[in-house]
């Protein structure tokens, strides 16, 4: 018995070290997403000036297909980063997507897409303090989640899509969801 | 993977960032949504409360949680509101639940063990005042004896 | 030139640290004194290079070498001297340097002041002591060399941090690595101790002088810390129990343990092999904090440079030297002979509580810091573990062991009498029990929190029985006559337990009021207008621009009245700096012995109308004065206590002479 207890302190050492070790692979920071596999939250986003009275972002309009609900705002500068893949999409016509103007001055929002390109069907509005960006869950721009056709949220990606990931990650969710 | 966050990640955090126009009217209220504030983690912060941060998102949710307590929800469904969006990580006081029971626990039972091998300690040698008694002293000890009390403390 | 010169000293020191690590220890295991009587020297010689190179990088950012990458990244020649010569160790390269200058200071010391102790044992110690030196070295000259170049030099630098340019923070890491890196020296010697087999009283007074320093460092530069904290971070909080925090409260923890048990190694030769433990867990938890806070593994307000690669070399280190020790300690501590005897009641006894106390804490806060980590690579989830959960778990655990320091001086060795101690103190209970419910009714019942009541009882039994056991131990009441030539004889550890202990009580007040009584007021003021916080009116003057060496500030007047007379004006503000361009806010702080007048100034409104409005915070903060004036009187007992004649090493030597006269 009193040998056990001075084998102990080394003992317990050992495991911490095999958790540092594995701690160091992590990402202390990554939080992952407690919205998969629930449906979309309830919302009701008005749309951008000059892009037609109807093409606002409900969560009804997210029924029937499988789509891509960008964040994105005016201010967010990887958002810029991004967009000219979000463009290629749209050109290829692989899949819908959708935005939500995050805490943003709607004429800014509206302004910034005839800047940088339009690759969305419907934007919603989502002014301050940003309650639907709050019911999705997310921390910063651009963040993306891919909803299935009966409005359920089934990834999230976090950060600017570069086409690698459209092609490797996202797209192949995408398939795989419209064909249940 | 790098992304830019829309808040800085703060070592210098400014002041305490609640400001007056956010806060609610009634003090009650008040004072229940900075308890609250104080429980939250700001997400893009490193390791803040949301009452503490000067980021967007922490001003955001300061403000989502007076609406939800001016609308008449209880403590409990503040947290669980914003629990339901962001997970467990976003409470400072982790919850007690299955997979937090070696936190909560823990201190206890290091304390209880502690105890255990104290006592273990004291078992183990005869009680003190139990031993045989020393032999006496001859003169010589006797003497240096009294030279070392002459240098010591009580 | 001169950073070339200070990388070279830099690999002349691990030479030389590696001679140091391996011959004395050699020369001890044979026998030989020439190759024991190398440590000295070494020792020397290492301190020496390491000062050259510390000092090469100060200069280069005294006179703002920008070819060098380190000053480059930090430095900036608008910043004031002082800061750049913080700046050396504002950054994870130049903060290293610094961790292994005192390392190296602290085997010359021994090499200066240890001419007494025995050849095997310092030998052994220093030999140690250079192990570790290796280790840092080779980090330091494979991953973090801050002597690196920039080639070609910017015209200037990226500039320190603003919240870092800062007295308090410019001295708060010195403290603190004086006392993690001090604590080496317990571990070299625990180390030494296992080695040789064999582990006495004279072990444990070698030991105490150089802990007890270390620990002092500590204390300072954890009070110095949560003090910066207080009036720079701009809501009057100190403390957050972030894990760089807790990185430097653990090893505090062990520290203060490590003192307490030592005393019983030294007076009863027991507790012996849990004194060497201690001492391999208290370095060995300052070591983990160098791990947590440069290796990204955890998320923190205070971490440096968050690099897995490096973070593999540091757990590198960390499982050689803890590790390593641990494992000798299984091997050769069961060898150790079981020492004198104690009764469970008995001052022995009550030191042995209190290290247990003081161990589960220790192991609680590391439980609490590092299970975010735990819960994440076991999938349990992310978790977060803020100041909610320490508060709730941290402060029970120490209740009881504050209950029993206020009676524990007064126990006798050996053999105590609890029931005998306790009756002397009935009437300081009575007072505690008397003040717990007075400030209960102060306070309005449950218009306040319920701890406040046990925080202050807690405060008084400690404080008034620490100064009670002093009275009996000068006879104050008992033979009035002599009690000052009494207290004069008293030894000077005496003296320091009893102001440290008292200190702890004046903390613990400060701790509480502050905690539960802090009135804060959020507004809009507009100029003239004037609000009332703490009894005090605050009344808002103005706010003008003012630049400063790096910055430029709006600076704000307040006139503070008391009972409608003016007794003074408090000038805070809020400082946008230009490199990097970060703003700060500096409060205005009015201290009194009831508490701190705390105001901060913010954003203008414009809604305000005319004449302008600003965003003020005022607060009012009860006792916290208490509680600085609680840890200087931590570090003031533990100073006194270090000078106590019987410390110095010569003690043997002159018990020697006594007996050769007898």
Redesign the interface.
């Known amino acids: 018995m009193?040998?056990f207890l001075?084998?102990l302190?080394?003992a317990v050492?050992?495991i911490?070290?095999l958790?540092?070790?594995?701690?160091?692979?992590?990402n202390?920071?990554?939080?992952?997403s407690v919205l998969i596999d629930r449906p979309v939250p309830e919302m009701s986003l008005a749309p951008l000036p000059g892009r037609g009275e109807s093409s606002g972002l409900g969560t009804e309009n997210l029924k029937g297909r499988v789509s891509l609900v960008n964040i994105y705002g005016s201010w967010c500068i990887s958002c810029v980063q991004e967009h000219p893949v979000l463009m290629e999409i749209k050109r290829r016509g692989d899949a819908p997507i959708h935005a939500v103007d995050w805490r943003d001055d709607p004429v800014l929002g509206a302004a910034w897409l005839k800047k940088n390109g339009d690759p969305y069907e419907r934007v919603g509005i989502d002014p301050p303090p940003g309650r639907t960006a709050v019911d999705f869950g997310v921390t910063g721009a651009p963040e993306s989640f891919i909803v299935d056709k009966a409005g359920v949220i089934r990834y999230k990606h976090v950060g600017p899509i570069s086409m690698e990931i459209w092609t490797k990650t996202l797209l192949p969710i995408i398939r795989e969801l419209e064909k249940r | 993977m790098k992304r830019l966050v829309v808040a800085l990640l703060?070592?210098?955090?400014?002041?305490?960032a609640?400001?007056?126009d956010e806060?609610l009217k009634d003090p009650a209220q008040e004072h229940r949504a900075r308890e609250l504030g104080?429980?939250l983690?700001c997400l893009v912060?490193?390791?803040?409360?949301i009452d503490?941060s000067d980021a967007d998102l922490a001003k955001d949710l300061r403000v989502i949680v007076r609406e939800r307590i001016a609308k008449g929800d209880s403590d409990e469904q503040v947290k669980k509101f914003v629990v339901d969006r962001y997970?467990?990580?976003?409470?400072?006081?982790?919850p007690f639940k299955v997979?937090?029971l070696?936190?909560?626990l823990?201190?206890l039972a290091?304390?209880l063990g502690?105890?255990w091998?104290?006592l273990a300690?004291?078992r183990r040698?005869?009680?003190?005042?139990t031993?045989p008694p020393p032999p006496p002293l001859s003169a010589e000890e006797r003497?240096?004896l009294d030279?070392?009390l002459k240098?010591s403390?009580? | 030139m001169i950073a070339e010169i200070g990388h070279f000293a830099l690999v002349l020191a691990l030479c030389v640290a590696l001679v140091q690590a391996v011959v004395p220890l050699m020369g001890a295991r044979r026998g030989n004194m020439a190759w024991m009587n190398v440590a000295g020297p070494a020792a020397t010689l290492q301190f020496l290079f390491i000062a050259i190179a510390f000092g090469a990088l100060t200069n280069a950012y005294v006179t703002s070498d920008f070819s060098v990458m380190n000053v480059a990244q930090n430095s900036h020649t608008d910043k004031p001297m002082l800061y750049k010569v913080a700046g050396v160790w504002g950054n994870h390269e130049g903060s290293l340097l610094l961790w292994i200058t005192i390392l190296a200071l602290f085997g010359f010391a021994v090499t200066l002041f240890g001419r007494n102790l025995p050849p095997g044992l310092k030998s052994r110690a220093l030999a140690v002591q250079a192990m570790i030196a290796v280790g840092f070295l080779a980090f330091i000259l494979l991953t973090s060399n801050p002597f690196a170049r920039l080639d070609p030099p910017p015209v200037n630098g990226q500039g320190l941090?603003?919240?870092l340019q800062d007295p308090g923070l410019a001295f708060h890491p010195p403290f603190l690595y004086l006392g993690y890196v001090g604590f080496s020296m317990a571990f070299s010697f625990a180390i030494a101790a296992l080695l040789e087999g064999r582990v006495d009283a004279a072990w444990a007074r070698w030991v105490r002088p150089w802990t007890l320093a270390a620990w002092v460092f500590l204390t300072c530069g954890i009070i110095l810390g949560s003090w910066w904290a207080y009036y720079t971070?701009?809501?009057g909080?100190w403390w957050?129990w972030?894990?760089v925090e807790n990185a430097s409260f653990m090893p505090w923890l062990a520290g203060t343990a490590l003192l307490h048990s030592a005393i019983v190694v030294e007076k009863r030769d027991a507790l012996k092999?849990w004194t060497i433990?201690l001492a391999?867990?208290a370095f060995?938890l300052s070591l983990l904090g160098t791990?947590l806070v440069r290796?990204?593994?955890?998320?923190?307000?205070?971490?440096f440079a968050t690099d897995?690669a490096r973070?593999?070399f540091i757990?590198l280190l960390?499982?050689t030297a803890?590790?390593g020790s641990?494992?000798l300690?299984?091997a050769r501590?069961?060898m150790m002979k079981?020492g004198g005897?104690?009764?469970?009641i008995?001052r022995e006894g009550a030191l042995?509580?209190n290290n247990?106390?003081m161990?589960?804490g220790a192991?609680?806060v590391l439980?609490?810091t590092?299970?975010?980590?735990?819960?994440?690579?076991l999938n349990?989830?992310?978790?977060?573990?803020?100041?909610?959960?320490f508060n709730?778990?941290?402060l029970p655990?120490m209740a009881p062991m504050v209950l029993v320091m206020a009676a524990a001086p007064m126990l006798s060795w050996?053999?105590g009498d609890m029931a005998g101690v306790l009756g002397r103190l009935k009437f300081i209970a009575a007072l505690a029990l008397g003040t717990a419910m007075l400030v209960w009714f102060l306070q309005g019942g449950s218009a306040g929190p319920w701890w406040t009541a046990a925080g202050f009882a807690l405060a008084v039994w400690l404080g008034l029985g620490t100064l009670w056991d002093m009275a009996e131990?000068i006879g104050l009441f008992t033979r009035p006559a002599n009690a000052l030539s009494r207290a004069a004889r008293?030894?000077n550890s005496?003296w320091g337990m009893l102001l440290a202990h008292f200190g702890l009580a004046v903390f613990i007040v400060g701790l509480t009021a502050s905690s539960a009584w802090t009135t804060e007021h959020?507004?809009?003021q507009k100029v003239g207008e004037t609000v009332q916080v703490g009894g005090y009116g605050v009344t808002l003057k103005g706010v003008e621009d003012v630049p400063g060496p790096n910055y430029t500030a709006s600076r704000a007047t307040f006139e503070i009245s008391k009972d409608g007379k003016a007794i003074g004006v408090m000038q805070p503000e809020?400082r946008m700096y230009r490199q990097p361009p970060?703003?700060?806010?500096t409060a205005a702080i009015r201290s009194g012995i009831t508490g701190d007048l705390y105001v901060?100034i913010?954003d203008p409104?414009p809604k305000a109308g005319p004449g302008g409005g600003w965003?003020t915070?005022l607060y009012f903060n009860p006792c916290i004065p208490w509680l600085w004036a609680g840890g200087l009187l931590l570090v003031v007992g533990g100073l006194i206590s270090l000078a106590d004649r019987r410390h110095r090493i010569g003690a043997p030597a002159?018990?020697a002479n006594?007996?050769a006269k007898?």
């Open positions: 009193r040998r001075y084998v302190p080394v050492f050992a911490m070290a958790f540092f070790l594995k701690g160091l692979t992590l202390p920071r990554d939080i992952p | 703060l070592l210098s955090t400014p002041a305490l609640v400001n007056p806060m104080k429980d983690r912060c490193q390791n803040q409360s503490d997970g467990d990580y976003v409470l400072l006081k982790p997979t937090t070696a936190l909560w823990g201190p290091l304390f502690g105890l091998a104290v300690f004291y040698r005869p009680a003190a005042g031993a003497r240096r030279t070392l240098e403390e009580r | 941090n603003p919240m971070l701009g809501w909080g957050y972030d894990p092999s433990l391999i867990i060995g791990f290796s990204g593994v955890l998320t923190s307000v205070h971490a897995p973070g593999v757990l960390l499982c803890v590790g641990l494992a300690y299984a501590a069961p079981m005897l104690f009764s469970p008995s042995l509580l247990v106390l161990a589960t192991a609680t439980l609490g590092l299970y975010p980590l735990i819960a994440d690579a349990l989830g992310k978790v977060s573990v803020g100041p909610p959960f709730a778990v941290f655990l050996k053999r131990r008293l030894p005496a959020i507004q809009t809020k970060r703003p700060t806010t901060v913010g409104d965003v915070r002159r018990a006594a007996a007898a």
